[in-house]
C-alpha cells in the first residue's frame, strides 16, 4: 500500500491541496491502481510479440502529379491588402 508521505508528495508535485478525507481516498485509489499494474507484471508474455500499434498502419498516398495551380491575380483578389504580387499581412515581430 501506499503510505501518506508518499501521497502528499505526489500531491505536491502535482500542485494539490489534499484534505486528509482526500489524502485517504487518493491513498486508496493510488495502491489499487500499483496492485492493478503488479497483477500485469505477473502475466506470463514471453510468447507473444510486443504490438508497435493497437491497430495496423497503412499510409495512404497519392501520386505526386504536377498540376496547374490559380492564376495569382485570382488568388490575390481573395487577400485583404497585396502589393507586388505578395500579401500584404501586419508585422508579426516588431523591431526595436
Not at 23 to 40: A, D, K, M, N, P
Not at 77 to 95: K, L, M, R, T, Y
Amino acid at each position: 500500500m501506499i503510505d501518506d508521505r508518499t501521497v502528499a508528495h505526489v500531491a505536491r508535485l502535482s500542485r494539490l491541496e489534499l484534505t486528509d478525507d482526500e489524502r485517504e481516498r487518493f491513498r486508496v485509489q493510488l495502491g489499487g491502481i500499483l496492485e492493478h499494474f503488479q497483477s500485469l507484471l505477473a502475466l506470463d508474455l514471453a510468447a507473444e510479440t510486443p504490438a508497435e500499434h493497437a491497430t495496423a498502419i497503412t499510409n495512404v498516398l497519392r501520386d505526386d502529379a504536377v498540376r496547374p495551380s490559380l492564376p495569382i491575380g485570382e488568388v490575390l483578389a481573395n487577400a485583404p491588402a497585396s502589393e507586388d504580387g505578395f500579401f500584404v499581412v501586419p508585422p508579426v515581430i516588431e523591431g526595436e
